[in-house]
């Protein structure tokens, strides 16, 4: 704006600096949404996998464990 009041190149440098480092600020932003919003995707993505993988942990780990053995009662067995 300062060029618009003032008539002098330096003026003019100026304002072609501040429209250009609106732009860059523009350009920042933009690329941190899309960012951000990548890492959401993500996130999401990854949290339906860690559900599936910790049941599928918890599945090895009931197949690892040993069988309880089955013990025979102790005394007579009689018929009824």
Do not use: W, Y
């Not at 300062?2 to 008539?7: I, K, P, T, W």
């Not at 072609?16 to 993505?45: C, D, G, N, S």
């Amino acid at each position: 704006m300062a060029a618009n009041v003032l008539n002098s190149s330096r003026a003019i440098e100026a304002s072609v600096f501040v429209v250009r480092a609106f732009i860059k600020l523009r350009e920042i932003l933009a690329t941190h949404k899309e960012l951000a919003q990548k890492l959401m995707e993500l996130e999401e993505r990854l949290s339906t996998h860690d559900k599936a993988i910790c049941s599928l942990f918890d599945a090895i780990r009931e197949l690892m464990a040993p069988p309880i053995p089955k013990r025979r009662k102790i005394g007579f067995i009689t018929d009824k």
